[in-house]
């Protein structure tokens, strides 16, 4: 009996000898974390330089020489413009999806929508594109049901004329202009959105951006191969806000339902892809509130979703390109998802090319 005893005493002084450790390698661990993220921050606001609104260091300017234009984009000195086209009944064609999806969940939700401004909106000499927002932001708002609230970040934006909202060689805002998306979201849902400054802005490198990296081509052979290269000679700074409380991972799945663990911002010579990966069908944040979100959109879309992870237990981002709609009933049933938001480029809302998952909710209606 004593020898028994006595092992039993040595079992349970090594278990908490066990226990003791690894509480104290996650102290550690933590305490780790937190001294790396604040030398990041620390080594970025010392080494690395501030950006203006255009992603050009210090005072720098916009240049409007215009090198090439045609009926899609612009071509500046400095900048890679797209054009704002909106199809015809696009708005039609959104509310009717938005419609099969309500129907197919069969419960009482929150639906917001956000169309998110095109760049070329912001550009002098081409406020023109604005009558063609202010249609497609007129016809939502009179043909949603009064239970989906429309959300309108053109003015904000407009108003912001320090921040780096837009990157110059990718047709995307960066996660400084979506921060107007999520805070005008969180008013609309009764939330109080978290000060921009309460997320920490970082710099990871930069990236060659859209036009460089893959419609360059279309410019080689061309008196203006030599002149575009010169151009873009200098990337985009790749940009993002994080919380000091901020879990720093997702799970990614991919349209086969493979399961990553991947951090949520990782540099990408692709830019945005940086944020939230890509080629995903969706993907899970891990937040801090009692209830979840699901935000379906495109890569602008996308940019809003780890802000959230203050409101939010569980987000879920849903690729609108790729994802399943029985991927989307598992995920709200599951997680009892009733607050949604539907966040796309102006000129992807309503767009058949690009709205997969929506489309797929017709077929199910």
Request: with cysteine; aromatic share 14%; net charge negative.
């Amino acid at each position: 009996m004593n020898s028994r005893r006595k092992n039993y005493i040595h079992l349970a002084e090594l278990a908490f000898a066990i226990c003791l450790l690894t509480v104290v390698l996650i102290i550690v661990r933590r305490a780790y974390q937190q001294v790396e993220y604040v030398n990041e921050v620390v080594n970025r606001d010392q080494s690395l330089p501030r950006y203006n609104k255009y992603g050009l260091e210090g005072n720098a300017d916009l240049s409007y020489d215009l090198v090439y234009e045609d009926e899609n984009f612009l071509l500046y000195e400095d900048r890679y413009v797209r054009k704002l086209h909106v199809k015809e009944g696009a708005a039609d064609n959104f509310t009717e999806r938005i419609e099969a999806l309500r129907s197919r969940l069969g419960r009482e939700c929150t639906f917001l929508a956000v169309p998110v401004p095109k760049r070329i909106q912001f550009e002098r000499d081409y406020e023109s594109s604005n009558a063609i927002y202010d249609e497609l932001v007129g016809e939502l708002a009179a043909e949603l049901p009064v239970t989906v609230k429309l959300i309108d970040v053109r003015d904000d934006l407009k108003a912001d004329t320090e921040s780096f909202l837009y990157y110059r060689l990718t047709d995307s805002w960066t996660m400084e202009g979506s921060y107007y998306g999520y805070r005008r979201a969180c008013l609309a849902l009764g939330l109080t959105p978290c000060e921009r400054d309460y997320f920490t802005y970082l710099v990871n490198n930069t990236f060659a951006g859209e036009l460089s990296s893959s419609q360059k081509a279309i410019f080689e052979g061309t008196e203006l191969e030599e002149t575009v290269d010169r151009i873009f000679d200098t990337d985009d700074p790749f940009v993002y806000r994080k919380s000091f409380h901020f879990k720093d991972y997702e799970l990614h799945y991919d349209k086969d339902e493979f399961e990553e663990k991947r951090p949520v911002f990782r540099h990408s010579v692709a830019g945005t892809s940086g944020i939230i990966g890509a080629s995903l069908s969706y993907a899970h944040l891990y937040g801090y509130g009692e209830t979840s979100l699901m935000i379906i959109g495109d890569g602008n879309g996308k940019l809003m979703t780890p802000y959230f992870t203050e409101h939010f237990k569980d987000i879920f981002f849903v690729n609108v390109e790729r994802c399943e709609v029985d991927t989307v009933i598992r995920l709200a049933e599951e997680y009892d998802i009733t607050t949604f938001i539907v966040s796309q480029s102006a000129d992807h809302i309503g767009d058949r090319s690009y709205s997969k998952t929506l489309n797929d909710f017709l077929k199910e209606s």
